[in-house]
């Protein structure tokens, strides 16, 4: 579920809540311009695991879920997991805990 606020802002990354989590976490960013945006989940290996939003968005806050599920929708293990968001030149990552 992606919600747009319309507000004025810069761009940003925040920190997923809960953390650690299970089973769910929402991770919220702010997108000031139409842009095109891509936030994905990586394990510690730098695998990635799952996409999250693929798609161009127009400015606002936006937050999405994620249920601790793969591509295939399988359960990952417990650790530590990273979210990544490109939109235009701005790149930032976080890192979150999924406990079991």
């Known amino acids: 579920l992606i919600i747009p606020i319309r507000a004025s802002f810069q761009i940003a990354l925040n920190q997923n809540y809960p953390n650690p989590f299970?089973?769910?976490?929402?991770?919220?960013?702010?997108?000031p311009e139409k842009n095109s945006v891509n936030l994905n989940?990586?394990?510690?290996?730098?695998?990635l695991v799952r996409n999250l939003v693929n798609e161009s968005l127009e400015p606002g806050l936006y937050?999405?879920?994620?249920?601790?599920t793969n591509f295939y929708g399988s359960k990952v293990s417990a650790g530590m997991y990273f979210y990544k968001i490109q939109s235009g030149s701005f790149?930032?990552?976080?890192?979150?805990?999924?406990?079991?």
């Open 22 to 31: 299970n089973p769910s976490t929402s991770i919220s960013y702010a997108i």
């Open 41 to 47: 989940i990586y394990d510690v290996s730098g695998s």
């Open 63 to 68: 937050t999405v879920s994620w249920d601790g």
């Open 91 to 100: 790149v930032s990552t976080q890192k979150m805990i999924f406990i079991k």
